[in-house]
């Protein structure tokens, strides 16, 4: 099955139960609350809004995930970054588990003029020592790096491969971001075909703009991209594609709505 959703709720906390129930109606099936500029849902200031958020999304069957703090950076070479951006992920996964989201997303890191080796193996001890959180607290959430679109920034295709194999994290397969950072020249069931062997795939898509360097912005997605992207995807696995145009409900419900002819 592939779920199709936006990233964001669409409304305000407390319309959340009404925003899914539109979604739902309209074929919609997933939707990541973004983080991306801080946790905006408190655990202690919105109980009775975490509850039916938690609710109406079991309800409607809309699947949640969590986008994290855009301002990460699991390779500084400061160790208080490090710190800060480990404690930010969890506070994520905290509420994330409370909402009953299944996965909270992130940009892992930069590689500040490192050795890319180096800046690996920064990350996955972050990644290590982060997971070892979560096992401790009892949660159930996943974390997931992102792959990403500018060159000089970690998340290549082989790097979030490596590190799901090392680590046992699980994985945001952007494939914008990985057309960007390609230049172009990478097709979409090339990148999938890196990680077909995974039964679950979380996956975010839009249109994009990019130059020498990598990805520039996200744009409305185009109708032809994606034709491309669902034709090189298969229907027997579970697939979440969150869209990041600056219409996500619209582009998904225009996704949608390929899937269907196609």
Not at 94 to 122: P, S, T, W
Not at 169 to 192: P, V
Request: hydrophobic residues 35%.
């Amino acid at each position: 099955m592939i779920r199709l959703g936006p990233a964001g709720l669409g409304a305000k906390i407390g319309e959340a139960p009404e925003s899914f129930e539109k979604y739902h109606k309209s074929g919609i099936r997933a939707c990541e609350i973004p983080f991306t500029y801080g946790v905006f849902i408190k655990e202690d200031k919105h109980k009775k809004e975490i509850k039916e958020i938690k609710e109406s999304a079991e309800k409607f069957d809309i699947k949640l995930s969590i986008h994290a703090q855009y301002w990460l950076n699991l390779n500084s070479k400061e160790k208080k970054k490090i710190e800060e951006s480990k404690k930010r992920i969890l506070d994520c996964c905290r509420i994330g588990e409370l909402l009953g989201a299944k996965i909270v997303v992130f940009h892992a890191g930069f590689y500040g003029g490192m050795d890319k080796e180096e800046c690996y193996q920064n990350i996955k001890k972050a990644i290590l020592e982060i997971m070892d959180e979560i096992k401790k607290k009892g949660w159930k959430i996943k974390i997931a790096p992102e792959t990403m679109g500018k060159l000089n920034v970690f998340g290549s295709p082989n790097e979030i491969l490596r590190l799901v194999r090392e680590t046992g994290c699980s994985f945001c397969l952007d494939f914008a971001h990985l057309y960007a950072r390609s230049l172009g020249k990478i097709s979409y069931k090339e990148i999938y075909d890196k990680f077909k062997n995974f039964p679950k795939l979380h996956c975010h898509f839009s249109g994009i703009n990019f130059g020498d360097k990598g990805e520039r912005s996200h744009k409305l997605t185009p109708e032809s991209e994606i034709k491309r992207l669902l034709s090189a995807l298969p229907r027997n696995k579970d697939i979440t594609i969150i869209n990041e145009s600056p219409d996500p409900i619209g582009d998904s419900l225009k996704s949608k709505s390929i899937l269907e002819r196609i």
